[in-house]
């Protein structure tokens, strides 16, 4: 069993929809949440960013984070055409061992159709 | 600010031969880490490095190594190459390599292995 399982989707919404991706995760020393997206043939830019549980947002994105079901989800409401790409969960744990390791979701792929 | 640089985009080469891959971070950075991403496996961590030594290292056999220059830029060698090896090397950059910062990836090296 892989420690974080994201749906791979495919995901197809049309626009304006709300999007909602989520991932769950066994490893319960992972502190650190974040959401990235990719497109094709680029690397995975950092969309956010968040610390324990709780909600965040940031403009149409929102991020949810619950530590005692080892669940995260990324919110996108109004959706656009341009964020069609691969969104990709990602967590890290404290401590000295984990320096620059992050371990990622399969990742989802999202088309957002006018 | 000019973002994490990989060179080159793109590779082919032939099994058996082996590969060196280019990473600058961005400017101030001293932690360069390596991922691999491929459709079956997602991104995988591969290693980490901070003022020239390696502090972290993902499970990965021993024909994949690195090094990391005095001005942070980094280098990552594949020896005596694999099909299984074909994929999207990414090379991130963060502060410290602290798992409370911000992970910045480049756009990759493509490597074809034939």
């Known amino acids: 069993q892989k420690e974080v399982e994201q749906d791979p989707g495919p995901l197809s919404v049309p626009e304006g929809a709300i999007v909602s991706l989520n991932c769950t995760y066994s490893n319960s020393a992972f502190q650190y949440f974040m959401w990235y997206r990719q497109y094709s043939r680029k690397g995975p830019e950092l969309l956010m960013y968040?610390?324990?549980?709780g909600n965040k947002e940031d403009g149409r994105f929102t991020a949810q984070v619950d530590k005692s079901s080892k669940y995260i989800s990324l919110f996108i409401r109004d959706s656009q055409p341009s964020d069609s790409a691969t969104y990709l969960c990602a967590m890290a744990s404290g401590g000295g061992t984990s320096y620059g390791k992050l371990t990622f979701g399969q990742g989802t792929i999202l088309t957002v159709h006018p | 600010k000019a973002g994490v640089t990989q060179t080159p985009r793109y590779l082919i080469k032939t099994r058996g031969q082996q590969v060196t891959l280019s990473c600058s971070p961005i400017s101030g950075h001293r932690s360069v880490s390596w991922y691999q991403q491929t459709p079956g496996q997602g991104l995988q961590f591969l290693f980490e490095y901070f003022s020239e030594t390696q502090r972290n290292k993902g499970n990965f056999p021993g024909r994949f190594s690195g090094r990391q220059f005095s001005n942070s830029r980094s280098e990552m060698n594949v020896s005596t190459l694999e099909l299984g090896d074909s994929a999207l090397y990414l090379c991130?950059?963060?502060?410290?390599?602290?798992?409370?910062?911000?992970?910045?990836f480049g756009s990759g090296t493509q490597l074809s292995v034939l």
């Open positions: 968040t610390y324990s549980s």
């Open positions: 991130a950059s963060s502060l410290r390599g602290s798992t409370n910062e911000k992970l910045f």
